[in-house]
């Protein structure tokens, strides 16, 4: 818990309190939310694709079609990929300290493709049973040409932080004695009961890792 | 909803059927979500920052610290912004086809800030009432020093696109007639009962714009 910030870049400026460099926070954050953001540059302009990730040991991967513009101009490109988890809304007796509870990772580096096909698939494997454990060995084998038409790639967990915000708003001393409420608005993700798809063949049961799904 | 894309880069190329790039359909994934993700440049290396972003008519905007490296950064310069709001897992007969159903909206455009200082308070009363209606005026006033603090951007929503995927996966043709689940898992964001301040003045009520709050 006091590691220290890899890098100047990744150092948490703004309420640095709320910065954690150690790899166990990281991957929290990580593992909690496969949705993230990948900025990188195209011809100098800066782009965000919205994209899952996913963590294995010391790197996330994320993928996509082959034809992607993202991956294409990615792959030994340094990119910048952020996962945020929203907590909730934080309501002070000031505009000035509204806040959000939230858990954010940023993470800074190269990234590079997967180019080994059976290394492709077994990471691809991972990722499916990541979110629904043994469902990958129930689907129809992925094709060879399937995994032709899928870019895999992955960065280091090296270059990165963490920022963490929890609890209540911290007002101006003077101001907690004026008759506002404060306090805090909790969301997060829920999971909804499953909707099978219609065209499921009959008598075909819903898999353990779909009614007992559980985010993060 | 024929609108045309206003540029190559804003043109939906996987899956172009959920394109999107009329402004009713981008408002819309503006105003579910107010996480945000702003990618820019700094020292010709991509950077990312979550931020909430809300929007006024053809506007978005954002805000934080002057401090910020971020905020100090995209002045006048291009950003890409994109919202993202996640609805469920998309399990499909193959890994191939397997997918996410979500809204996201990506903008590219030239940030720039809001110097007047009587602007950026109607900015930022228009950014807490649009969460929390009528919030603003029960506040304690933001004071000078707190508007100079605070660095509020803004962009057109002009470059811009949606897109949005809903629904059951689409499988290969030869694939429904195999015995293996598929459907949607739903997610979304659950509001969870207010945490009132422990230290909130005894008699304080909690206010509509809490106990009524809804997401998006």
Request: glycine letters at 10%.
């Given at each position: 818990m006091t590691a220290q910030p890899y890098s100047d870049r990744v150092r948490v400026r703004r309420h640095h309190e709320r910065g954690h460099y150690d790899r166990a926070a990281i991957h929290a954050v990580l593992d909690a939310m496969p949705m993230c953001s990948?900025?990188?540059?195209?011809?100098?302009?800066?782009?965000?694709?919205?994209?899952?990730?996913?963590?294995?040991?010391?790197?996330?991967?994320?993928?996509?079609?082959?034809?992607?513009?993202?991956?294409?101009?990615?792959?030994?490109?340094?990119?910048c990929l952020t996962v945020a988890s929203f907590d909730g809304f934080v309501?002070?007796?000031?505009?000035m300290n509204?806040?959000?509870?939230?858990?954010?990772?940023?993470?800074?580096?190269t990234a590079r493709k997967?180019?080994?096909?059976?290394?492709?698939?077994?990471?691809?494997?991972?990722?499916?049973?990541?979110?629904?454990?043994?469902?990958w060995n129930m689907l129809r084998p992925i094709t060879q040409q399937e995994l032709k038409a899928t870019t895999l790639m992955f960065m280091p967990i090296e270059e990165a932080s963490a920022k963490i915000r929890t609890g209540q708003p911290l007002d101006d001393d003077d101001d907690y004695a004026l008759p506002i409420w404060g306090g805090v608005l909790p969301v997060r993700m829920e999971v909804l009961p499953p909707?099978?798809?219609?065209?499921?063949?009959e008598g075909v049961e819903m898999?353990?890792?779909?009614?007992?799904?559980?985010?993060?």
């Open positions: 990948v900025g990188y540059i195209i011809d100098g302009r800066p782009y965000v694709t919205p994209t899952l990730q996913w963590r294995e040991g010391e790197h996330v991967y994320w993928h996509g079609s082959s034809a992607s513009r993202m991956l294409r101009s990615v792959d030994h490109a340094e990119v309501l002070a007796r000031s505009g509204h806040s959000v509870n939230s858990r954010s990772a940023m993470l800074f580096g997967v180019t080994d096909t059976e290394k492709k698939e077994q990471h691809l494997q991972r990722f499916v049973d990541g979110l629904f454990p043994g469902r909707e099978p798809d219609p065209r499921n063949l898999p353990g890792h779909v009614s007992a799904f559980k985010f993060g």
